[in-house]
């Protein structure tokens, strides 16, 4: 019978995340998460294979985490679905900082530019299908929703404002609104 491992996946992968969480992305290294779970690094090696290994993991794991605050939201019958994901977003931003600015704040020299929603699906599917938003203009409008999402949650997580929910409920609607119209969309949020 093979000996039960004493550093388990889950294990290195919640100290990674401690560490993000307390100290920032910089300080993610096999030694610094090693000499937190008192070992040598080979237990990092051994289940990830890299450090890029580990970070993938690490990154899917900050998602989760997003994704239960934007369902914190989602749970709640006070907001409309298209506003529970704006506000889980930002939430998200000024709750959990660190994870905010490894999953949306990095350097992406040599990655993707595009921004990253690992519930992308699900907006859109509200924007068609609860307010019936033609997919090609839903795309366009939710594009330039998330620019303003995501600049409104940078200056909270940076502590550039200090706003109360209500306030960035207000924001989020003018914008929606003014974004609607733009887009050509105003029947259509009319009727919903």
Known sequence: MPAKKRITRSAIVETA????RS??????????????LQCSTQP???EFGSMEGLKEALKKEAEEVYLLTVSRYRNNPEH??????????????KEE????????????????????????????????????????QARGLHHDMSIYSYGLAVMLNTNYLDMEEAEIK???????VALSHA???????RDN
């Open 80 to 93: 409309t679905a298209y506003m529970a994901f704006g506000l889980g977003f930002i939430r998200f931003a």
């Open 170 to 176: 207000k924001r989020l609607r003018i914008e929606f």
């Open 97 to 136: 900082k660190e994870l905010f600015r490894y999953l949306y704040m990095r350097d992406r020299h040599g990655e993707s530019k595009i921004i990253e929603y690992v519930n992308g699906p699900d907006i859109l599917h509200v924007l068609t299908e609860s307010y019936g938003f033609p997919e090609e």
């Open 44 to 46: 990092i090696y051994s």
């Open 183 to 189: 887009y050509g969309l105003q029947d259509l949020l």
């Open 17 to 20: 995340l401690d560490i993000l």
């Open 23 to 36: 100290e920032g992305w910089e300080k993610i290294n096999a030694r610094r998460i090693a000499h937190q």
